[in-house]
């Protein structure tokens, strides 16, 4: 029998699943489990900042922007691919208040199957890539990126229990030692095999093929005999409509990509990717481990709305916190972080990821209502809101993108803000809090991000140095230290903040109590 098959009638078989779909504990520790799961996934998080860091240092001295550019050709193929892989089938047994074994078994099959079909979607698709882009080369990187399809689908359902288990420990040690798998074989391929675009495609398969047998180790669930799928119906529809969701997010998320490897060709896309690429680094250090730990939080408080507003607030007020500081601590560093990371030949990226870091105030507005639609359900709204969304992108794209990669980066960042306060709307809605009370969570850290941006502004000239590393810690100094006095500022405005600070206040007191005894 394969080893994927479970009989029913084995005791341990049966006790193993048990194990695996139980989700019991007391609702009063939720919130610690929460914290804490995201204090492990920040960690965690920080160690894949780590090597995502090292591979971009590495990777970029040894490989030229056509490289890039070639994998982001290849990139915007798969992408379009993945929509059709990800629609939502972990995340429904996340979200679903009860499952079974009959449930998630059906899931997996379904999951399986789509993800067979989507590999050879990618197939027929390569030599399409390769006459839109007039790229020979991209061909044979989707289907090698392909083969990743099928590996996701077979761990996609013990990842989702894991995270429905809220065992996030687990998680991360899954997920750090596939990347530094995949990190290693990447660094590896460009430095000693010197196999160049190839290399990137390479530790992207090593990085999926690890990350499947360490997930099937960490979760010892395994899927009974195929039976009928009915009952994973209630997965697909809630599916479909993720689907659409993300049809819509890959439109504006990699439609700038494709236009500006059309119009510009692959060094101007290499160069813009590579920007891109060091964006995303805070977005998914911030994003990623809050929302792992909060999705399934807010799932189990459904029928619970105190304490469910609560989270969703407090949830956005961390996000307008770090977003509002990264945006303009990374636009005013923009050059210095470009130069250290991929180094003083990519200096026309660092002009590009200086803007394309104002845009990520809103991309954190976008992530915490993603949250709240995949937590609460409603990826039917979630799927209309995207796509009005994509088509405002779409259009800011087909015009920056007559001023190259540059003007595409302030059609992305101008495009953003606009759709920012449609998106509260709906939030605020789906969430049934007032629109004034969430777009408060808000409102501070973005008028501290004004401030510390116009000083920053005001005093450049006086903040020069002759050394980079000294010049950077000076301008984040005054960053920090404006963004930080200007919440203080607006403490007593703002009931959430101050009993954020209280909480703080309170754990922060045993650790000193600790010193003063000593």
Request: hydrophobic share 55%; glycine share 8%; proline share 5%.
């Amino acid at each position: 029998m394969p080893f994927w098959f479970s009989r029913s009638t084995n005791p341990l078989s049966r006790q193993r699943k048990k194990v695996a779909l139980d989700v019991s504990g007391p609702k009063t520790e939720l919130a610690k489990r929460t914290v804490g799961g995201a204090a492990i996934t920040m960690s965690g998080s920080g160690v894949m900042l780590a090597l995502q860091i090292l591979q971009l240092t590495v990777l970029s001295r040894l490989l030229t922007p056509e490289d890039f550019g070639l994998i982001g050709m290849a990139t915007v193929a798969t992408m379009l691919v993945k929509l059709f892989s990800d629609i939502g089938l972990p995340m429904a047994t996340i979200q679903r208040e009860k499952i079974d074994q009959e449930f998630v078994t059906a899931v997996f099959y379904i999951d399986v199957a789509l993800s067979l079909c989507l590999m050879a979607l990618c197939m027929g698709l390569a030599p399409v890539a390769a006459v839109l882009f007039d790229e020979q080369r991209v061909a044979p990187l989707v289907l090698i990126i392909g083969l990743t399809f099928p590996l996701a689908a077979l761990r996609g359902q013990h990842q989702a229990l894991l995270s429905r288990k809220m065992q996030f420990l687990k998680l991360n040690i899954v997920n750090v030692s596939a990347n530094s798998i995949g990190a290693m074989t990447a660094i590896a391929c460009a430095w000693f095999a010197n196999l160049g675009y190839w290399a990137i495609a390479f530790g992207t398969v090593a990085t999926s093929f690890a990350t499947l047998v360490f997930t099937w180790i960490a979760l010892p669930w395994v899927p009974s005999r195929p039976g009928s799928l009915a009952a994973g119906r209630p997965a697909i529809a809630f599916g479909l409509n993720l689907l659409a969701a993300n049809f819509a997010g890959w439109l504006w998320k990699q439609a700038d990509r494709a236009l500006i490897g059309w119009r510009w060709g692959a060094g101007e896309l290499g160069c813009y990717a590579r920007a891109y690429s060091v964006m995303m680094v805070p977005i998914s250090l911030f994003t990623g481990p809050i929302g792992s730990a909060v999705i399934p939080a807010l799932s189990r408080l459904q029928n619970d709305p105190p304490l469910r507003t609560a989270m969703i607030l407090t949830t956005a007020r961390y996000f307008a916190f770090f977003s509002g500081l990264l945006t303009i601590g990374l636009a005013f560093n923009a050059e210095f972080i470009v130069n250290l990371i991929l180094g003083p030949q990519w200096e026309y990226s660092a002009a590009i990821f200086s803007v394309l870091a104002l845009s990520l105030f809103p991309s954190f507005i976008w992530e915490h209502a993603r949250l709240v639609f995949l937590a609460l359900g409603r990826t039917e709204t979630m799927r209309n809101y995207a796509m009005a969304a994509a088509l405002g992108h779409l259009a800011a794209f087909l015009i920056g993108v007559q001023w190259g990669a540059i003007g595409v980066a302030i059609s992305l960042a101008g495009a953003s803000f606009m759709v920012s306060g449609p998106l509260l709307a709906v939030s605020a809605r789906v969430c049934a809090v007032p629109l004034v009370k969430l777009a408060s969570q808000f409102a501070p850290s973005f008028i501290a991000m004004l401030l510390a941006g116009g000083l920053i502004f005001g005093v450049g000239p006086w903040l020069k140095s002759d050394t980079p590393l000294f010049e950077a810690i000076l301008v984040s100094f005054v960053i920090l230290t404006t963004f930080v006095l200007a919440h203080a500022a607006m403490l007593p405005l703002h009931e959430g903040w101050r009993g954020d600070v209280k909480r703080l206040w309170r754990l922060a007191q045993p650790l000193l109590n600790r010193e003063r005894d000593k």
